[in-house]
Nanobody, 118 residues
Framework: QVQFVESGGGLVQAGGSLRLSCVVS????????MGWYRQAPGRQRELVAS???????RYTDSVKGRFTISRDNGLNTVSLQMNSLQPEDTAVYFC????????????WGQGTQVTVSS
């Protein structure tokens, strides 16, 4: 079972930036498509950014141009640089292996809280 440890969240004012990191267990990280998901209170978890094993990124429309996903296969790490943060970005952020349906393929970690104040 793959495990995830997310970090880097915090409280930031609108317009600010944060960088999230996720360390992934196991020795097959390089072949996974990885994603960052978020879940706001009262809402379903959504995939906001993903990156394939060949480093092709994809983003949901609401974060395009503001968020950048990257990976380091040597460190088993996937990161999310978030700029121009807005209050609607407030959520718990999780990383996971992206399944064929877009959902998380493994058990979820604890996530990291991002709170953006207006």
């Amino acid at each position: 079972q793959v495990q995830f440890v997310e970090s880097g969240g915090g409280l930031v004012q609108a317009g600010g930036s944060l960088r999230l990191s996720c360390v992934v267990s196991g020795n097959r990280f390089s072949i996974y498509a990885m994603g960052w998901y978020r879940q706001a209170p009262g809402r379903q978890r959504e995939l906001v950014a993903s990156i394939t094993s060949s480093n092709l990124p994809r983003y949901t429309d609401s974060v395009k141009g503001r968020f950048t996903i990257s990976r380091d296969n040597g460190l088993n790490t996937v990161s999310l640089q978030m700029n121009s943060l807005q209050p609607e970005d407030t959520a718990v952020y999780f990383c996971n292996v992206v399944s064929s349906t877009g959902g998380g393929a493994s058990s979820w970690g604890q996530g990291t809280q991002v709170t953006v104040s207006s």
